[in-house]
């Protein structure tokens, strides 16, 4: 589409002329300019490329190589599950190897070529032209963050707070240093002195008030996101949004079939006339699991002997949170008011979760303190048709109306017996939630789609991080060649020297990382 438009090569026209020439005869290109890394620039550099060659052979002939790092089932991760669903449609547009702990029995996806360990990944070097990193806020992606600090790749960050992960033990162990050490990283000293008020008052508070992700940030040559949340919240914490290709693509998820509810309810051992509520994935505080028991406590349901209350997942070591479902559970059967089954499953597997789908007449997901996630149980319920109830938190403000019946992002036990009420007596209002929320996600979260997405930020971010590497390492080598490549200092403050031009090069060609926000105080 440029046609005969000019092409430029971004560099100091002053600037080693022997390694310009070099330069513009590689690139076909028709002159230089100041240094930039805008993406726009980039991609009109690759227009021409070396006149004695046709690279677009080779990917006609056989698809470029992806190093996949990934948790995947079975592992007890939320990210593994999607990481399967990514990879049945990214092997259209790569020849994929998964990387994947070694100690567990994983199968080879169809479709993926190979699979690695990640000592045998870290070994690899240059044998992948794109590494993707799937990196959620759990111990299963703690060895997944060590490569990355060796291995720069795009990273899919399915939470923008990684500080659960990153201020455990398990932290210590496979990355070394101390919580104390990355919140100081990532936040400055206000982090540290919350940590330690809050080990004080034996409260885990300051992992929910800072995300310690900046390293994480640093190190990926592209980020992408399933939602806006995460861009918000770049914007909150740190000076500056990144340079490097910063992608929002939607959490990909295809409508589920509709397979029968009767043989789901047999397999699960639920009673085919009980009306079924249900709310998936981990039960903790930020999932308000306490406050959805409540309210359905309070709620005509509980005082309905065919109502069952499943909450589909694990509360894992949340003793605290364990104790207070307890709790009212039996202030509920002491007042009377408790005739309906409330349960908890623990973990399930994939084919267990579906037909917990596949059994519910209702499902309600509710969020605070957002930890810039999209939720794989909201899309779950959405892709299955089941008619949902939702607050308007973090990523689910961005359901539409008519949706999922939506409550206030801070709401009570109230808003919630009210909600559970409404849908309970309303056969219409669960029909057409179902049907809409269906309609809304196979439109926007189409698989095949945004695969197509993955593609293009996939090899957007390599292209800045391969040909910075390029150009830097033409730099050094050039400058090698002049002056025994030693560096005089006394020279660098004369504006015509080689050396001077190097510098300011280099310095543009470096990428804007998020960096901690400064306050700078003269005091001369």
């Not at 060590?146 to 720069?152: N, Q, V």
């Not at 693509?249 to 009767?262: A, D, E, N, V």
């Not at 109230?414 to 049907?435: H, M, S």
Request: net charge negative; glycine share 8%.
């Amino acid at each position: 589409w440029l046609g005969d438009k000019e092409r430029f090569f971004c560099l100091k026209p002053q600037f080693v002329s022997a390694l310009l020439d070099g330069l513009s005869h590689a690139y076909g290109l028709d002159r230089v300019v100041t240094p930039s890394l805008v993406t726009g620039l980039w991609e009109e550099e690759q227009i021409n490329t070396r006149p004695d060659r046709e690279p677009d052979e080779l990917s006609k002939s056989r698809k470029e190589r992806l190093a996949f790092v990934s948790p995947l089932p079975p592992q007890r991760s939320g990210v593994a599950d999607y990481a399967m669903d990514l990879l049945g449609v990214l092997v259209d547009h790569f020849a994929i190897d998964i990387v994947v702990d070694p100690g567990l029995d994983i199968p080879v996806p169809k479709g993926v070529i190979n699979r690695l360990s990640f000592e045998e990944f870290a070994r690899s070097e240059g044998m992948y032209r794109y590494v993707l990193y799937q990196i959620g806020n759990s111990p299963a992606h703690l060895p997944i963050m060590e490569l990355l600090s060796t291995r720069p790749g795009v990273v899919v960050l399915h939470d923008f707070f990684l500080s659960h992960v990153l201020c455990s033990p398990e932290a210590d162990v496979a990355l070394g240093g101390s919580k104390l050490t990355r919140l100081y990283t990532s936040h400055g000293y206000g982090a540290c002195v919350a940590m330690r008020q809050s080990e004080l008052k034996e409260s885990d508070q300051f992992v929910w008030d800072y995300p310690c992700n900046l390293r994480v940030l640093q190190q990926a040559s592209g980020v992408i996101v399933h939602n806006d949340e995460g861009t918000l919240l770049v914007n909150k914490f740190y000076s500056r949004k990144p340079e490097v290709p910063w992608s929002m693509i939607p959490h990909l998820k295809k409508p589920l079939p509709q397979g029968k509810r009767t043989d789901a309810r047999e397999t699960l051992g639920i009673d085919q006339e009980s009306f079924v509520v249900c709310s998936f994935g981990f039960l903790g505080k930020s999932k308000c699991s306490v406050e959805i028991l409540n309210g359905f406590l309070e709620s005509t349901l509980a005082r309905e002997m065919n109502v069952q209350l499943i909450f589909v997942g694990s509360a894992g070591k949340d003793y605290r949170l364990q104790r207070a479902m307890q709790q009212s559970l039996e202030a509920a059967r002491k007042r009377g008011d408790l005739h309906a089954t409330t349960k908890v499953t623990g973990w399930t597997s994939s084919e267990e979760f579906q037909n917990y789908l596949l059994a519910a007449d209702l499902a309600i997901q509710l969020r605070r303190d957002s930890r810039g996630e999209t939720s794989g149980g909201v899309m779950s319920c959405l892709a299955g048709g089941v008619p949902l109830i939702v607050n308007c938190h973090g990523s689910m403000k961005e359901i539409p109306d008519g949706c999922a019946l939506k409550l206030p992002d801070a709401c009570d036990t109230d808003d919630i017996r009210v909600a559970l009420d409404e849908a309970y007596k309303n056969t219409d209002l669960r029909q057409r939630f179902g049907a809409q929320g269906r309609l809304w996600l196979e439109h926007t979260n189409d698989p095949i789609r945004c695969a197509s997405l993955y593609a293009e930020s996939i090899r957007s971010g390599a292209q800045i991080e391969q040909r910075r590497n390029a150009i830097l390492d033409s730099i050094v080598s050039a400058l090698s060649q002049q002056d025994g490549g030693v560096l005089e200092l006394e020279s660098v403050g004369q504006d015509s020297t080689p050396w001077n031009d190097a510098i300011e090069t280099l310095s543009l060609l470096q990428s804007q990382r998020p960096s901690n926000r400064q306050l700078l105080i003269d005091v001369s």
